[in-house]
C-alpha cells in the first residue's frame, strides 16, 4: 500500500509540476534564485528528484538540493503564482522572474509586457493564501 502511494505522489507530481521532457524549470538552477541570479543549470551537474530532473550550474549547488531537496523545490509546481492566486490555473512562467518569499522560489509570467510579479507584489497576502488553498486542491 506505501509503495502505490509513493508511486501515485510521483505520477502526481510528473503530472502537475512545470515540466519539459522532465526537466524542471527550463533547466535553470533552482539553487541559484537563492543568490538572487538565476542562472541555467549543466547536463553534467543533473539530478532526478521524485522523477523530475533538476539542472545546476555547480556541483556545489547540486550538493545543497540533494541535502535538502524541498527548500529548493519552485513553490506551486513551479507554475505562475500570481495565475494560482488569481484563478488557481497552471500558467506558464519566465524561468527570470522570480520572487523569494518565506524560503520558497516563487515564478511568475512575463510575456508581451504583461508581468505578472507586478500584480502579484499589489496584492502578495491575499494572492499566496489563495495560490496555497488552489494548489492544495490540484495536487490531491
Known amino acids: 500500500m506505501a509503495t502505490a502511494l509513493h508511486a501515485q505522489t510521483e505520477a502526481s507530481r510528473i503530472k502537475n509540476f512545470n515540466v519539459k521532457n522532465s526537466l524542471a ?39 545543497k538540493f540533494k541535502a535538502s531537496p524541498g527548500k529548493y523545490e519552485p513553490a506551486y509546481g513551479g507554475w505562475c503564482a500570481y495565475a494560482m492566486g488569481e484563478t488557481g490555473e497552471k500558467v506558464k512562467v519566465d524561468p527570470e522572474t522570480f520572487k523569494i518569499l518565506d ?10 509586457g504583461n508581468d505578472t510579479l507586478n500584480d502579484w507584489n499589489k496584492n502578495e497576502k491575499g494572492l499566496k493564501v489563495k495560490a496555497d488553498q488552489n494548489w492544495k486542491k490540484i495536487v490531491q
Open 103 to 112: 524560503g520558497r522560489l516563487l515564478l511568475f509570467y512575463n510575456f508581451r
Open 25 to 63: 524549470l527550463e533547466g535553470y538552477d533552482p539553487v541559484s534564485y537563492y543568490t538572487g541570479r538565476p542562472v541555467k543549470g549543466k547536463a553534467e551537474f543533473s539530478f532526478v528528484y521524485k522523477k523530475i530532473t533538476y539542472r545546476f550550474g555547480s556541483q556545489a549547488n547540486l550538493d
